[in-house]
């Protein structure tokens, strides 16, 4: 099934694209989408599942911390255990907490965005990549940015004699005003991309 590209924010000014997929077997099988339930994944067709923008919110959220243990923090060593590894090898493991998912990335993706961000510098990780050949750069191959609107709303204060006059008339004045945010896009690649994939998800709790 095509996977839905969302943005999530790796450090201030920085983001990276993640596909998210979901595992329509796996979903089905566990008995997460019911018809009285206020079903987070979305029937757009008969053979289609999605995800709304606030469920994949909910999902980065629950997942943060693991991912970001993942991409970071983890020896690169326990993260690609093989002995023959190369930098187009990927990694598959299971996060999440109340949502489930699998996510999965290469060693070179893993290792360049490290770079990118400052987080590569531990001794045996670059012992790690020498002995396996594997290259990182810190320019993306498209020099691309991701555009956020923040929306404000400020209501109007009326003076009593304005209030006066409309007493009888609901009318809240106000105004909305927005300030694009520019974020740096890494690791902004479709064929070596982040992925993840969602297995299960949780219910939602029934009024």
């Known amino acids: 099934m095509p996977g839905t590209t969302t943005y999530i924010k790796v450090a201030p000014g920085c983001a990276i694209p993640a596909r998210v997929f979901i595992d329509r077997k796996r979903i089905l099988s566990n008995g997460t989408v019911a018809i ?6 979305k029937l757009s067709s008969i053979n289609s599942l999605r995800l709304s923008n606030n469920d994949i919110t909910n999902l980065v959220m629950d997942i943060k911390e693991e991912l970001e243990k993942i991409l970071f923090h ?16 990927r990694l598959a493991r299971d996060i999440g907490t109340r949502w489930k998912c699998k996510v999965v990335a290469s060693l070179g993706y893993v290792a360049t965005l490290r770079y990118k961000l ?3 510098r531990d001794v045996e990780d670059m012992a790690f990549l020498e002995d396996r050949k594997v290259d990182v750069s810190a320019r ?3 020099r691309t940015a991701l555009l956020t609107k923040e929306l404000k709303f400020t209501f109007l204060e009326r003076d009593e004699e304005e ?7 609901i ?4 105004m909305l005003s927005y300030k694009l945010n520019k974020s740096a896009l890494l690791n902004n690649s479709i064929v ?16």
């Open 192 to 207: 070596d991309s982040l992925c993840l994939y969602v297995t299960s998800r949780p219910h939602s709790q029934k009024a």
């Open 36 to 41: 009285n339930d206020r079903s987070i994944i």
């Open 171 to 174: 009318d809240d004045k106000k």
């Open 74 to 89: 983890e020896p690169l060593r326990e993260l690609f255990p093989s002995k023959f590894v190369h930098g187009s090898d």
């Open 140 to 142: 993306d191959s498209a």
């Open 163 to 169: 209030i006066h006059e409309e007493e009888n008339v």
């Open 118 to 120: 400052g987080y590569l």
